[in-house]
């Protein structure tokens, strides 16, 4: 018998089903375990759970036509939290081309993008210096977020090597907390900001450096972008 199966809804979605029950194989196991495994700091063998889980959902889903998976469906959702964070995982160590695949399948399956996917696909794509597909996907995400502000920059930079002036001055403007951490020259990871960042209403200092954070590698991996912003 199956582990696991795709079935059909009324929603003409589909939702993941265990015809053998739950005592084997589930997402939402593999999810726990990882979560267990990060807090233990075992990030490895976490990293490793979530890309296991993952292939396994690779396998499930058909290479032909649409797919689409109801959100509102927990088995679904457990899958779709392991791909999202597999991404992650694959997009901290600079493997920007699986970390695309993954989002881009992440988007066949939740088209609505509740995971909010399409960020850090954009950054994939500058990374791997696909310009078009960048193009393709960056107003998709929502001019409040000041990724979208951060990636067009990147993007110019990293096409032209100039920034340009009117989303410079957009971005100093509208996102100023934002630019003033980035130009910093000190990024602590302190006990205070763990709380802010951890709180339920953090604070814009603290969701600003948390995605310094999230995308200092970017900045060691291609040089230049954060010495222009503070040129």
């Not at 979605?13 to 233990?40: H, M, N, V």
């Not at 058909?62 to 998976?69: I, Y």
């Not at 603290?206 to 590698?217: F, G, I, P, S, V």
Request: aromatic residues 12%.
């Amino acid at each position: 018998m199956k582990e696991l199966e795709l079935k059909p809804t009324p929603q003409d979605c589909y939702r993941i089903d265990y015809p053998a029950g739950e005592r084997g194989f589930t997402f939402e196991k593999a999810w726990l375990r990882s979560q267990e495994q990060e807090a233990a700091g075992e990030i490895e063998a976490a990293c490793n759970t979530r890309y296991e889980a993952f292939q396994r959902l690779a396998d499930l889903i058909p290479e032909e036509g649409e797919t689409e998976l109801e959100w509102e469906d927990e088995h679904n959702q457990n899958a779709m939290f392991i791909l999202n964070s597999s991404a992650i995982d694959h997009f901290l160590i600079g493997d920007f081309e699986m970390c695309a695949a993954m989002l881009e399948m992440l988007l066949e399956l939740d088209p609505e993008d509740h995971l909010e996917a399409t960020k850090l696909l954009a950054y994939s794509y500058v990374a791997l210096g696909e310009y078009e597909l960048f193009d393709e996907v960056v107003n998709d995400i929502s001019d409040k977020y000041a990724d979208k502000e951060v990636l067009k920059l990147w993007a110019e930079f990293r096409r032209n090597g100039r920034l340009p002036e009117g989303e410079l001055f957009h971005f100093r403007r509208n996102f100023a907390v934002y630019y003033r951490e980035f130009v910093s020259d000190a990024h602590p990871v302190s006990e205070e900001y763990l709380k802010d960042v951890e709180s339920p209403r953090p604070s814009r200092e603290a969701l600003a450096r948390e995605l310094w954070l999230q995308t200092e590698h970017l900045w060691t991996l291609f040089p230049g972008f954060i010495e222009a912003l503070k040129a």
